[in-house]
Antibody, heavy 120, light 107 residues
Framework: QVHLVQSGAEVKKPGASVKVSCKASGYTLTGNYMHWVRQAPGQGLEWMGWINPNSGDTNYAQNFQGRVTMTRDTSISTAYMELGRLRSDDTAVYYC?????????????WGQGTLVTVSS | DIQMTQSPSSLSASVGDRVTITCRASQGIRNDLAWYQQKPGKAPKRLIYAASSLQSGVPSRFSGSGSGTEFTLTISSLQPEDFATYYC?????????FGGGTTVKIK
């Protein structure tokens, strides 16, 4: 059974960085792309980008270019999303979400989410 | 960017009602559309993919239709566990974009 287990909630100051982890189980991390999606409080879903865990290739949404870095450690089946130069409007729940093997742009399973609060 | 316009943004319905939610794409996306259900404090769960294919394990009262620019999610007979927020996702073009969500509330 596929499980994506994310790291715990974070509180950060404006200008800092946050790194969220996503540990995959029930499948091989390198077999599927990993997407990151965020949801501000009471708002909708916003796609941030994906990483191909096999090659390390990434594709970031324009809104996050220059601030986001997605990486992976295949030895521990874990993907990471680091967002820098945090602002108060980056306060959100951040989700990792698996891309389907035959169509990597399509998302099937989601992690439980990680709340990142940016506050001075 | 492809804009996904979802309507209504919320609706009130009773158990047993038939509910229809619509997503309109600002340009054609073939059938590269999925529907997700999200309950408060939980991650989204996939219901429908390829516009009309039912995810394994999802009750058959859920169905999807459409192609191109107009898509619908239908719940044929609303059950208590279906009160949630529903989102569409287009994955035809980057950036992937979601509809604004439809919250289904108890009447």
């Amino acid at each position: 059974q596929v499980h994506l287990v994310q790291s715990g909630a974070e509180v950060k100051k404006p200008g800092a960085s946050v790194k969220v982890s996503c540990k995959a189980s029930g499948y091989t991390l390198t077999g599927n792309y990993m997407h990151w999606v965020r949801q501000a409080p009471g708002q909708g879903l916003e796609w941030m980008g994906w990483i191909n865990p096999n090659s390390g290739d990434t594709n970031y949404a324009q809104n996050f270019q220059g601030r986001v870095t997605m990486t992976r450690d295949t030895s521990i089946s874990t993907a990471y999303m680091e967002l820098g130069r945090l602002r108060s409007d980056d306060t959100a729940v951040y989700y990792c979400a698996r891309g389907v093997s035959y169509d990597y742009t399509l998302i099937d399973y989601w992690g439980q989410g990680t709340l990142v609060t940016v506050s001075s | 960017d492809i804009q996904m316009t979802q309507s209504p943004s919320s609706l009130s319905a009773s158990v047993g009602d038939r509910v229809t939610i619509t997503c309109r794409a600002s340009q054609g996306i073939r059938n590269d559309l999925a529907w997700y259900q999200q309950k408060p404090g939980k991650a989204p769960k996939r219901l429908i993919y390829a516009a009309s294919s039912l995810q394994s394990g999802v009750p058959s009262r859920f169905s999807g239709s459409g192609s191109g620019t107009e898509f619908t999610l239908t719940i044929s007979s609303l059950q208590p566990e279906d009160f949630a927020t529903y989102y569409c996702l287009q994955h035809n073009n980057y950036p992937l974009t979601f509809g604004g969500g439809t919250t289904v509330k108890i009447k």
